[in-house]
Structures are given as C-alpha cells and as structure tokens.
C-alpha cells in the first residue's frame, strides 16, 4: 500500500523514531527526538530497513509525495510561500534550508538552548521588524497549515479566489444580457448599441419599468464582452450559426486508414465566370468528392448553377472510372510517369494501362450534406447500387465534411484565381472587368480542371499527408501508393445498364400510344408485347419503371420485368427538334405553349415552341426576330448542360418484322448503314 508523506510525520528510520521537518525535491530533512537534524535522500529513506510512517491510519489510500508544484500560482505569491516555508524550517529545526553540512543554528532558534514557543516568538519578532507584520498566532498557524498541507498550504488564499466573469453586476442585468446574446444566433449582425436596446427591453418586460438600470455605456460594453467570448456576436452570421449548432461533445480529427473507408462529397458556387452559348458570362457550380485517406480529389464536375441528384449520382459513377488521357496533354501526366504502382495496379484492372495520374478510389462510406440533392432517392438508391453507405453530417454543420470544404479553398486559391474570368471569394474582393476577362467555356473550364487536379493536387504534398515510417509530407498520390499496398485494389467496373441504373426514375403505364412523362409521349415497337400489360411487380400495382435522364429527354429507359434489361424509348416529336434538351427546357418551352392560343395538342405546340426556342438562340438575334435574353439563358444552359458525360447504353437491335424481304424471296448482299449520330461521331475527333 503507498502512501503520503507529509510534514510533521513520525517515522521508523535506522532503528529510531524521527520526525519530518522538510520536504523539498527529492530530500527529506529529518529530526530526532534529542532535536539533531539530518538530510536524507527520499528513495534511501523509503527503501531502508524497518521504514514506516509511525501513526498513520492505514485505511487511508497514501502516496508518497515530496512537495507540492506552484505552476498555477503568480510568482511573486509562490516567492512569499517559499520564503514562509524557510521561515518555518528554521523555527521547526534551527536551520532555514539549502545551508552548508556543518552550520550552526543562530542562537535564537537554536532546539538545544530555546523551546518551540520562545524560537516562535523570536521568528514573529524578526519577521515585525523586517517589515512583514506576523505575530506570534500568526506564525503558529502557518506552522499548523505547513505540518497539513505543505507548501501548497502556505500560498495566500486570496490570491487564488475565483474571478468572477462579470465582477459585481447586478445579476438581473447578466441574465438580460445572456437572453439577448442567445437572440443573436438567428438574427443578422448588429452593433452594441441595437443589444443595448434589446437588453434594455427585456428587463422592462421582465421587472418593469425603470426598476432595474443599465450600467453606463462602457461597463456595459464590458460585461458583453466577457459574456460572448468565443459566440462571435458581432462577427459573421454564418460563422456566429456555425458555432452555435456546434455539438457539446469533444472533438475529434476525421481519420481513415485505407482509400476509399471515408470520401467527402459537396457541391459549391465555383469563383470563376465561364461563356455560355449565349456569350454571356456565369458562375458554375463545382461538385466535388474527396478521399479523406489520401485527399486525392476522386471526381469533380462542373454543372450550371442548379446541381440535379443525377449529377451527384453519375459523379459516383465517373469516380470509379480512370481518368484518361486527353489529346495535348503531356506525357508526364500519364500514371505510368507517376509514383502511383502503376504496372500492380494495370494487371488488376486493364483500364489503368492509358490513364492519367489519378487513382481510382472506391468509397465505402459518403459524407454529404442534407441538401435535397443528397437525401434525394435518386443518389440514395445509386449508392445502394453500388453498395456505398450514406452519412448525412449533422444539420448545418459543415464541420463534418471540413475536408472537403477546405479543399474547394484550396481550388480557389491554386486554380481559380489563375484562370480569366476569377471572380474573388465575395463582392469586395471582385473586379470590375470579370464578364469581359472570362473567355473559356464550360467545356474547356471543365478540361482545365481536370488537368490542374492531375499535375497540380495529386503531385503536390499535402500537409496533412505523412509518411507512416519517416513522417515526410506526402502528395495524394503518393499517400495512395503507401495505402494500397496494404489495402489492396478491387477495381468496380461499369456497364451501359449501370449507368441507367444510377438515373432518376419513376413509375408508369405502358399504354396503346406508348408512356406519357411529364406531357411527353415516348414509344418503340419493342414496348408492343407488353403494352396495357401487368409488370409483375405488385406492390407498384402492376407500373413498369422508367428511367429518364433530365439533361437529355429525347429518350427514356423501361426496365423489362419480363425479360430483364431496359428497352429504350424515343420521343415521339423529336423528328421536329435538332437538339437534345434538359427538363428545364422543356417547362420553359411549356410554359410558352401554353399561354399562346389553341389549336394544337399541348405536347405537339410545346415541341413547336422547343424547336423555334433552340434554333433562334443558335442563330443569335436578328433585327426581325430578336431572341428574349431568357430564351437565350435557357439555350445556352441546356447546351452547356449536354456538355458533360452522360450514360451511353448500346442501342437496342430493330425488330425482325422491320426488315423487308424481296418479293423474289431472295436476299440481296446488302451492307446497312447504321444512323448517323453526330455527338458520338464528334467524340471519336475529341
């Protein structure tokens, strides 16, 4: 059992009975019976034969001590209790501390020619005349304190009372204050002078009026100052929101040990202005997911602003593919020039053969927001697809996700700000001319991103990358090349009828004309066996799911419940528009249709309008026929929409019964050509 040596102690030591005069570091002043003092180290004195603590109550839980730290107290009140400790000493044993083996004890305190009582009436007699006022009772009861507590007792207990925050206020006015800095968190920023006002009418309606009286303007001001440390009252409103939904419990630092165990997901307003179609310069938003484990950056697309659930979803879908090489990018961002183990990872997963420096991270777990584009069925069910679980952070708290956060910072500050058309992080820091500098379109915008993230995220070190054997600062690529040599690779890969899996769906009836979504009819002649049909799923009453892409409405895809796999199903009116349209187009287009005079079914004036819609905005205006800048803006979004990848799903073959048969019965050697796809064709050229 251990237990606490403390002044004043009775001890077994070399085969007498001692008494504790002096604890200081590690020795132990010690004082026989007949008053003879003596200096022992600490460790000696516990380790000698027949050592004890004469008296001691030994149910009391002890452990040997030898003094008590002063780190917490001021120093010159930690001066005067060690000057009261030697005081003491010497009242105790006739030698003050630290003096030289051999001195003699001045006469006064000499144990041998004086008691207790005359060497404490000399102490308080000495200490009188050299200016510190202690009587003989005061010098006995700082004895008392030394014997029970030590050093630490001697410390003047006014010096260590608890500050009281607000001082002497009157409690009344504090409780008025908190209420009204409570008030603040939902509220715009205002100045003193507003709290001022507020406080003033809380205690009005709380007590009444002129009962209780506001400090003046400078205590005032005081006590709100030591009531809202660390709430930013008078700061930013978002920064006061986000510390206030802040949660009470400790924090810790967001950690993965493999690629792929935690990836980030957000979407931003990109601080760069891109050209539309229409020649007009606007913002983008950036979505972006980044791996916690490595911070390499696994996807980030560009959309106008507006982000849809089936970006966030095909994003999940582009993160699993490798990045491939461009045409005029240079040959040291290709993977087999980087330090990622490209030859390992090539004979896993052949795709990696001509991709550029970027790995391919499959996420386990996705932090995202609770934006509608995240809960949104559409990305909720393609991270079941793929058998990704979903952590929604807690409700505006963009702390959980800080990593992605800083990072799209850090896009802003290493990217965007070197790119024509930058617009600053807000409107202070904004220029004059930021329409007129931005010259690259959304397409380009979204190859220069892509470029910069291989040669100037992944290559680049990362201060919150270190190496696990020599703690050095590691890039993103390199911190995947640690990891997945003791993780491991398993490379997901992807079909065309994936991609549809990942787009939005609904459920529908296949009727004699075909579909009907959204005031669009879509048809095929392979939808006929199965038209006013029951598909087989009860619990959807028979409907048959039909997914669509919201970018491209020109065709819809009918998962065959039957037969299994997706029919394809085309417009019936896209012979009368050139282009592929977004869902925004066509309420666009609607809603005109629907205000000119009728006379023509709803779908067919809303294809005519669509149709005249794109071609005058392709054209530009014309003194004739100008085109409405909203016209021009819905345009020229629906291009740059069409800009991005979209599912590509092999076309389905035509039916036996299309195929005409001479007369003859013979079959010439005929080779068909297939039809001309002009967006597929351009892609061979990209």
């Known amino acids: 059992m251990t237990r606490l040596l403390r002044v004043g102690d009775r001890v077994a030591f070399d085969g007498a009975e001692h008494q504790v005069a002096v604890l200081s570091g590690s020795w132990v002043r010690l004082v026989s019976p007949d008053g003879t003092p003596r200096a022992v180290l600490l460790t000696h004195l516990v380790g000698s034969p027949g050592f004890d603590i004469l008296g001691a109550d030994p149910a009391e839980p002890r452990t040997v001590l030898a003094d008590h730290a002063l780190a917490d107290v001021a120093e010159d009140v930690a001066q005067r209790a060690r000057q009261w400790e030697q005081h003491i000493i010497e009242v105790e044993t006739g030698l003050p501390p630290g003096v030289e083996p051999g001195t003699a004890p001045r006469s006064e305190y000499d144990p041998r020619l004086h008691g207790m009582r005359q060497r404490v009436a000399a102490k308080a007699e000495e200490l009188s005349a050299s200016g510190i006022p202690a009587s003989v009772a005061t010098v006995q009861r700082m004895r008392q304190r030394y014997r029970t507590g030590g050093l630490r007792a001697l410390v003047d207990g006014r010096s260590q009372r608890p500050v009281s925050q607000v001082g002497r206020a009157d409690e009344r006015v504090v409780a008025a204050i908190r209420e009204a800095l409570i008030a603040q968190e939902n509220q ?34 005081r006590l709100v100052a030591a009531l809202s440390v660390g709430q930013h009252t008078f700061g930013a409103a978002t920064t006061r929101r986000s510390t206030a939904n802040r949660p009470g419990g400790p924090f810790t630092v967001t950690w993965a040990a493999r690629p792929g165990q935690q990836v980030q997901i957000d979407t931003t307003v990109l601080d760069v202005m891109v050209v539309f179609d229409d020649g007009q310069a606007r913002r983008v938003e950036l979505t972006a997911a980044v791996d916690v484990a490595t911070r390499t950056i696994c996807a980030a697309v560009l959309r106008p602003v507006g982000t849809k659930a089936v970006d966030a979803s095909l994003l999940l879908a582009r993160m699993l593919v490798p990045e491939p090489m461009r045409p005029g990018w240079d040959e040291s961002l290709r993977m087999a020039a980087s330090r990622l183990p490209h030859r390992r990872l090539a004979a896993i997963d052949a795709r990696m053969e001509q991709a550029a420096a970027k790995p391919v991270v499959v996420p386990e777990t996705i932090v995202c927001d609770r934006g509608k584009v995240y809960l949104s069925d559409t990305f909720l ?42 617009t600053g992080r807000d409107v202070a820091h904004r220029g004059s001319r930021v329409q007129a500098e931005a010259v690259w379109s959304m397409a380009q915008m979204q190859d220069l991103l892509d470029e910069w ?7 680049r070190p990362h201060d919150g990358l270190l190496s696990p054997d020599t703690g050095r600062v590691l890039s993103p690529n390199e911190m995947f090349a640690v990891l997945v040599t003791a993780a491991g690779y398993v490379p997901l890969m992807l079909t065309g009828d994936d991609y549809v899996e990942l787009l939005p769906g609904s459920w529908r009836t296949i009727n004699d004309y075909g579909i009907r979504l959204d005031g669009r009819t879509y048809d095929s002649r392979a939808l006929n066996p199965y038209r006013r049909q029951h598909s087989g799923i009860a619990a959807k009453q028979g409907l048959w799911e039909v997914r669509h892409d919201p970018y491209d409405l020109t065709h819809v895809w009918v998962r065959n419940h039957r037969g299994g796999g997706w029919i394809r199903a085309g417009w019936t009116h896209l012979p009368m528009v050139a282009a592929p349209f977004a869902d925004f187009t066509w309420r666009h287009a609607r809603q005109q249709a629907t205000s000119e005079p009728a006379g023509e079914p709803d779908e067919t004036a809303t294809a005519r309008v669509l149709a005249d819609l794109l071609r005058r905005a392709g054209e530009g205006p014309t003194p004739q026929a100008p085109v409405g800048e909203t016209d021009r803006r819905v345009a020229a979004r629906t291009r740059a929409a069409a800009t991005s990848h979209r599912p590509r799903v092999a076309p389905e073959p035509p039916p036996e019964d299309d195929v005409d048969e001479p007369e003859d019965g ?7 050509f297939g039809i001309f796809d002009a967006r597929e064709e351009a892609q061979r050229w990209l």
Do not use: M
């Open 381 to 422: 069910r393609a991270c079941q697809t793929l058998g990704i679980s979903v952590q929604p952070a807690h409700p505006r708290s963009p702390t959980d996700k800080g990593i992605v956060e800083r990072t799209f910072g850090s896009i802003n500050t290493l990217f965007c700000q070197y790119v024509a058309g930058y």
């Open 188 to 221: 715009s920023t205002g100045t003193r002078s507003r709290l001022r006002h507020q406080v003033e009418r809380i205690l009005t309606q709380r007590h009444g009026a002129g009962v209780v009286a506001l400090p003046p303007k400078s205590t005032f001001h």
């Open 666 to 672: 013979q079959v010439d050697n005929v080779i068909p």
């Open 453 to 459: 993230i291989i040669i100037g995220w992944q290559q």
